[in-house]
């Protein structure tokens, strides 16, 4: 069997899906990586720019930069630590929790679009297809990741290798 039509497949979808992904983050005022950072400061309201950095496995400055952008767009707000004044505290504003209540109607209806014409059914058997591809070529070195991180090793290695 030639698996090479069910990879380029594979790979059309992903890339089509990231087009529209960016369409929808862009007409809702977000940046790629952003709902993901404003999601983090919303689940551990009063974190640091480093924990978030950290957590979400980004360089201090691409955070310092997200967090500019938001914080100028009113969907964090930063607050002096009352028991360290060097450190500053990160919130999720009203507004800022409102863009991600839009942002995730937006990709539900990106995701309910892309799956028109399949019943559960189909859906669960392709998640248990990826699911299965998952495992066979993963490695203790990645098996564990999330996603945000596996996207961050593939970035960095593709780095690595360009240079």
């Not at 189909?122 to 591809?133: S, Y």
Request: glycine share 6%.
């Amino acid at each position: 069997m030639q698996y090479w039509e069910a990879v380029e497949a594979m790979h059309r979808l992903e890339y089509l899906r990231r087009i529209q992904a960016r369409n929808v983050l862009g007409n809702i005022g977000l940046h790629p990586g952003q709902p993901r950072l404003l999601q983090y400061i919303w689940d551990h309201p009063g974190c640091t720019q480093k924990e978030a950095a950290d957590e979400l496995d980004v360089t201090p400055a691409s955070a310092a930069a997200s967090l500019k952008r938001l914080e100028k767009a009113g969907f964090v707000l930063r607050q002096p630590d009352e028991k360290d004044s060097r450190r500053n505290q990160l919130f999720i504003t009203d507004k800022g929790k409102s863009q991600m209540e839009e942002n995730k109607r937006q990709f539900a209806q990106l995701d309910e679009k892309m799956f028109q014409g399949m019943d559960d059914g189909e859906v669960e058997a392709f998640r248990r297809a990826c699911e299965k591809m998952f495992d066979n070529l993963a490695d203790e070195s990645c098996r564990h990741l999330t996603i945000w991180k596996l996207a961050q090793k593939a970035h960095q290695e593709e780095e690595g290798k360009t240079t």
